[in-house]
């Protein structure tokens, strides 16, 4: 039983365009979430995160939205550049003691950016 | 370079070898975590640590075996290991629990 989903496996964009990845939770425990990238043969890299007593958070071209009563968010690149071709983990805690003390991952979703 | 330094990269063993896998971060952390990436399968917590002490065993079956010397320092000890536990095993650290961790490049083990 999945608690953070990614229904997308793969998502390919145009270089300059808006690259848009969601991520959809089922615990109601999780108050906060991260997005991670990683490249092949790497480690995930933190990204950007998100509380869940906020609906934005902004850093550079990225931006994470939250909507709480749909139990969605969503990462905004923009504009999208070659080098952000990477696959794209949505995660989530339960900071204030409502889940397991690691993080719960979404399956990834493979973004291509085209040139 | 994350701070958090995995070895070895990569592993072959047979199912009756007992082998380690080592993870160090230098960033001052307290919390260490274990995390098990399987092929087409989301990232899935195995072990944490904090301050030493194991606060989280995710129903890991007991041929994997973690030990923590301190707060530096994260070992995954394997043992009689299945050719179903061929995975990425990726070692995270952060400032304290549930804060951002952050990754080794992981272990791609395999079990012949």
């Known amino acids: 039983d999945q608690q953070v989903k990614q229904n997308s496996p793969s998502l390919s964009v145009q270089e300059g365009r808006i690259s848009i990845l969601n991520c959809d939770y089922t615990?109601?425990?999780?108050?906060?979430f991260l997005w991670y990238k990683k490249y092949p043969a790497e480690g995930p890299t933190f990204l950007i995160s998100?509380?869940?007593?906020?609906d934005k958070n902004e850093d550079g071209r990225f931006t994470v939205f939250l909507n709480k009563s749909a139990k969605h968010l969503s990462l905004h690149i923009v504009p999208s550049q070659p080098g952000d071709s990477a696959v794209y983990f949505c995660?989530?805690?339960?900071?204030?003691?409502?889940?397991?003390?690691?993080?719960?991952f979404g399956k990834g979703t493979h973004l291509i950016i085209q040139p | 370079e994350t701070g958090v330094t995995q070895t070895p990269r990569h592993l072959v063993m047979g199912m009756t070898n007992k082998k380690s896998l080592k993870c160090e971060q230098h960033?001052?952390?307290?919390?260490m975590y274990w995390y098990k990436q399987s092929a087409k399968k989301p990232l899935e917590l195995m072990f944490v640590?904090?301050?030493?002490?194991?606060?989280e065993n995710n129903s890991v079956p007991s041929r994997f075996s973690p030990e923590c010397p301190n707060s530096s320092h994260l070992f995954l000890h394997l043992h009689t290991l299945q050719p179903e536990d061929s995975a990425l095993y990726l070692c995270?650290?952060?400032?304290?629990?549930?804060?951002?961790?952050?990754f080794g490049a992981g272990t791609r083990l395999s079990v012949l």
């Open positions: 995270a650290s952060s400032q304290e629990l549930n804060a951002i961790q952050y």
């Open positions: 615990n109601s425990m999780f108050d906060y």
């Open positions: 998100i509380s869940s007593i906020k």
């Open positions: 995660a989530a805690s339960g900071r204030s003691g409502g889940g397991a003390d690691g993080l719960t």
């Open positions: 960033l001052g952390h307290n919390a």
């Open positions: 640590y904090n301050f030493k002490e194991q606060t």
